[in-house]
């Protein structure tokens, strides 16, 4: 009985992962969340799964968006960040570049 309950639960996580999926997902992992970062050159590793409501990946800081992403998974760099706390966010967007929703925020500190 324990195996077929331990099945049961192990399906519907799995579901229920798969519908998480399919409205899409952001991960950035790098920095990590609370990092103190240079002022200069910080690298973003990111993956993206826009799902079907999603097009492409808008990378916003301190709620400003300044780039558009096209790549799905690689690196951005943040050329310079003054010194003080910042947030760094990629925010997937359909294709008349509308947030949909789905996005991922660090907070960073540079110094």
Known sequence: MNLLKALLLT???GISGI?????GSVTISSPADGAKVGTSGINVAYSVVTGPKGDHVHFYVDDKEVKVLHELKGTYTVDSLKAGAHTLCIKIVDKSHTP???EKCIKVTAG
């Open 19 to 23: 519908a998480l999926a399919a409205d």
């Open 11 to 13: 399906c519907a996580l």
């Open 100 to 102: 949909i929703g789905v």
